[in-house]
């Protein structure tokens, strides 16, 4: 299936996807990966407020290439999730939604997100220069010290992204290669 | 001898940061045009068309093709009859790198410890190989390395009677344990012999062969051919999403190594197999 969602999505529109399913998303976004994940699990494990409301909210592991003057971003495609597990249950759990990434999560990961409701999306991994025209703002609203790494509100627009683990825990990764598979 | 000047050093340096990030090689375009024509997995050539878009967006707008415009890999191949002048050749080639991430508009992923983790800003220092050779040239040649697939590289330091067997098992489980994190379709560089560093290096070196061309030695020549079918049946496809074109290519280089030994290392390489040399 083929969606067009805007962001904050409905838990009842997140129980209808389903892994394998193209959605073009659009609404606001926060950017989040390896160091601003550490330090807002820090702040949890100190019982400290996080920077930013995550309730509700899609988290994109991107940390973009500078922009060029009249630009609103340089590329800006994923990085790997899983370097995101360990920090994610926590996150998850607050009331974060969706998660945009590339590559396999941990079993932790997909029992927090079966449990939250959640949904995890592939972007396609270096395709940081066609993924930039789908945002439409960007904003450093968190942790401005960490570059590349800060927490980034993103405004998309029809944002290219493949339902990978729908909320049942469905795993795209494996049913697909299964698909494919000529061992 | 023969004169080059570290400013000239510099200045090659910085202008292939700028075209490895922003432009592939020719042979690259052709793997990709070629893994489109063959993709037969609807999602997979879904995959497969952004990424060709994403080149020409890439191209024409100067937005680096991947966000994650790595660490900078830099093999100098120096001729011995060569004399660096205005400054030394270790200096020149950082400050290249500086400059190059800085007007380039590249991302700085460079941090100085690896445990603090303060990023360095400049995206140096990159990672130099130095070899010296006959004659009376400079060549260098930068391969900025994204860290999605180089966190999926293995080596396995094998027996030698697991032989050329287990040299194939070893190259697939990397492949398929690499599967969608390491951004396929991947060009896979081998290295077998040597020793620990020693394969590792030829392994970094085998992604910088041109992809349309088989090692010269026929044995590894047909171990190439087997390998890349076989990781081409594995059907992880264009973004791990499932399909016939997991791999470009797969490059073995090889080395003498110790009568106890058959190490073997696998550096992935995603799609964004980047690279620019330049002869001084």
Redesign the interface.
């Known amino acids: 299936m083929i969606y067009h969602l805007q962001i904050p999505v409905s838990d009842k529109e997140l129980a209808k996807l389903e892994a394998?399913d193209?959605i073009y998303l659009s609404g606001v976004i926060y950017s989040a990966r390896d160091?601003a994940h550490k330090r807002m699990y820090e702040n949890l494990e100190k019982n400290l407020p996080l920077p930013i409301s995550v309730d509700q909210i899609f988290l994109y592991y991107?940390?973009?290439?500078?922009?060029?003057e009249n630009?609103v971003i340089?590329?800006?495609?994923p990085?790997?999730s899983?370097r995101m597990d360990k920090y994610t249950p926590a996150l998850l759990d607050l009331g974060v939604k969706g998660m945009i990434g590339?590559?396999?999560r941990s079993l932790d990961v997909k029992e927090a997100m079966k449990r939250n409701n959640a949904v995890y999306m592939?972007a396609?991994?270096?395709?940081?220069?066609?993924?930039?025209?789908a945002i439409i703002s960007s904003e450093v609203v968190a942790y401005e010290d960490?570059?590349?790494e800060a927490i980034r509100k993103l405004e998309v627009k029809d944002f290219?992204v493949?339902v990978?683990i729908d909320c049942k825990g469905n795993d795209?990764?494996e049913?697909?290669?299964?698909?494919?598979?000529?061992? | 001898m023969r004169q080059i000047e570290a400013k000239d050093i510099i200045q090659a340096v910085k202008e292939m940061c700028i075209e490895a990030t922003h432009f592939l090689t020719k042979d690259m375009v052709c793997a990709m045009n070629d893994a489109c024509e063959k993709e037969c997995s609807p999602v997979g050539k879904q995959v497969l068309e952004q990424l060709q878009d994403n080149l020409k967006i890439a191209a024409e707008e100067m937005i680096p093709i991947c966000q994650d415009t790595g660490m900078a890999v830099v093999f100098v191949e120096l001729g011995q009859e060569v004399s660096i002048v205005g400054g030394n050749l270790e200096d020149a080639i950082q400050e290249g790198i500086r400059q190059g991430y800085q007007e380039g508009y590249l991302r700085m992923s460079v941090v100085k410890d690896p445990f603090i983790r303060e990023n360095t800003k400049d995206n140096s220092p990159g990672v130099i190989h130095y070899e010296v050779l006959p004659g009376k040239d400079l060549k260098l040649t930068l391969a900025p390395k994204g860290f999605g697939s180089e966190n999926m590289s293995k080596i396995f330091m094998l027996k030698p009677s697991d032989g050329i067997e287990g040299a194939k098992a070893a190259i697939l489980s990397a492949v398929k344990d690499a599967g969608p994190n390491a951004c396929p379709p991947m060009v896979v560089g081998v290295g077998i012999g040597g020793t620990f560093e020693k394969c590792a290096l030829l392994s970094k070196k085998a992604l910088l062969r041109s992809v349309n061309e088989h090692s010269n030695l026929k044995h590894i020549e047909e171990l190439e051919v087997e390998l890349l079918d076989a990781i081409n049946r594995t059907g992880i496809g264009p973004g791990g999403l499932g399909g016939v074109v997991t791999a470009l290519a797969i490059h073995i280089e090889t080395y003498p190594t110790h009568i106890a030994g058959l190490p073997v290392a696998v550096n992935i390489c995603c799609h964004v197999n980047r690279h620019a040399s330049r002869i001084l």
């Open positions: 394998g193209t160091a991107m940390g973009p290439s500078p922009a060029r630009k340089g590329s800006a495609g990085t790997t899983s590339k590559g396999k592939a396609v991994g270096g395709a940081g220069a066609l993924l930039s025209k960490l570059g590349a290219p493949i990978v795209l990764y049913q697909a290669i299964a698909e494919y598979n000529k061992e």
